[in-house]
């Protein structure tokens, strides 16, 4: 007894087409993206991310007073001891932002 008809079966293909549509197109998207920004070619300064991560904050937007040029392991391991040396304060060389737009590509 075969339960599987015509109409089932061509469901089923298309369901499994729809399924790999799904998860492929999010490839595919990024496939031709990538395609798209090396025919355009790539910001040198940022690499079309249209921003670049401030240097004196390393891209958080703040820093510990005194800690500027301390050994990010080091930080690290007192944010896990919970344990903040310092007082944190707003990054001023990128306004606590984090990064600036970058002048190559972000123009209005
Ligand atoms: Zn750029
Ligand atoms: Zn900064």
Redesign the pocket.
């Known amino acids: 007894m075969d339960n599987i008809t015509a109409s089932e079966l061509a469901g089923f293909g298309v369901g499994t087409l729809l399924l790999c549509a799904t998860i492929a197109a999010p490839k595919i998207d990024a496939f031709f993206a990538a395609s798209q920004r090396s025919s355009l070619g790539l910001c040198k300064r940022c690499g079309n991310l249209r921003r670049i991560?401030?240097?004196?904050?390393?891209?958080?937007?703040?820093?510990r007073e005194g800690a500027i040029f301390a050994i990010n392991l080091v930080e690290d391991l007192y944010d896990t001891l919970g344990s903040k040396s310092g007082k944190q304060e707003?990054?001023?060389?990128?306004?606590?932002?984090?990064?600036f737009l970058c002048p190559d590509c972000s123009r209005p």
Request: net charge positive.
């Open positions: 991560a401030c240097t004196r904050c390393r891209g958080t937007g703040s820093v707003p990054c001023i060389k990128c306004q606590a932002k984090g990064y």
